[in-house]
C-alpha cells in the first residue's frame, strides 16, 4: 500500500485554501455544479485563483451544457497557469465535445463509450460508497475486472481519485487492489462551523485520521 496525494474539492474560500496549503495540499477542487452546496461561482473562484499560487485545480461539472463548460475553463486557462482538469459528473454530457484533459466521477459500474473513446481521459474520480456497496454485495472483483479490461489504459496512463467523506469506513484491500493516487475529501458539515463557514481547527484535526495521505505534489506522466 503505497502514500496517496490529498486533494480538497468543494473550496470556496481564501482562508481555507491557504490554510490547507500551510499543509502541502496543492490539489483542488471547485465545485460548478448549481445545485451543490459548495457551488462557486466564477468570479469569485478567479480571484481566488489570483490571490494565491496553484499547481493543480479541477472544474467539477454536473450535466451540464458543453457550451458552458468550455467558457468556465477558457476563462480559468487564460488566468491560470498551473494545471488543470475538467471533471464530469453524470451521465448528461456530450464527451465527444470535450478537448481538454478531463475526470469522469465513476459512481456506477456503466461507463459510457465516449469517456472510454476520448483522448482526453485522464483518470477517474470514484465514489468511496460505491466501491463499498460493490464489496459488501460481493460484486468489487468482477467490477474491478471489467473496469481494467474496458481501461486498455488504466494501467500505464489513468489517475484513479478515490472521493471519501470524512469518516468513511474504507475496506483495507481496496488500496492493494486498486491503484489510486489521490484521495479527495469535500468540505461539508463535518468541518464547518455554520454553512459555508470552515472551522479550520476541526478540519486540521480531521485531516490527521485520514491514512496512507502524503500533502505534496505528485509527479507522473499522467500529469496530474
Known sequence: MGTMTLRLAGVYDLRTIKKL?????NHFAFDFRPRSLNFIQEHLCLKI?????F?????????????????????????????????????????????YPFIYNLNTSEI???VLENKHLKGYSIQAD?????????????WLSSFYRLNTRAANDLVHILC??????????????LDIELVSLTI????????????????????????????STISTSRGV
Open 164 to 177: 471519501r467523506d470524512w469518516d468513511d469506513d474504507i475496506f483495507p484491500s481496496l488500496f492493494d487492489l
Open 21 to 25: 496549503q500551510e499543509s502541502k495540499v
Open 49 to 53: 485563483l489570483k490571490s494565491s499560487s
Open 130 to 142: 460505491f466501491l463499498n456497496d460493490l464489496k459488501q454485495r460481493g460484486g468489487f472483483e468482477k
Open 55 to 99: 499547481d493543480y485545480i479541477y472544474l467539477q461539472f454536473e450535466n451540464e451544457k458543453p457550451y458552458v463548460v468550455d467558457r468556465i475553463y477558457n476563462l480559468v486557462r487564460s488566468n491560470f497557469e498551473g494545471k488543470i482538469f475538467v471533471e464530469i459528473f453524470g451521465q448528461g454530457f456530450n464527451f465527444e465535445d470535450l478537448t
Open 188 to 215: 461539508n458539515p463535518k468541518v464547518e462551523l455554520c454553512f459555508r463557514n470552515v472551522d479550520l481547527n476541526k478540519l486540521s484535526k480531521q485531516l490527521q485520521f485520514i491514512p496512507h495521505v502524503r500533502r
Open 112 to 114: 459510457p463509450v465516449s
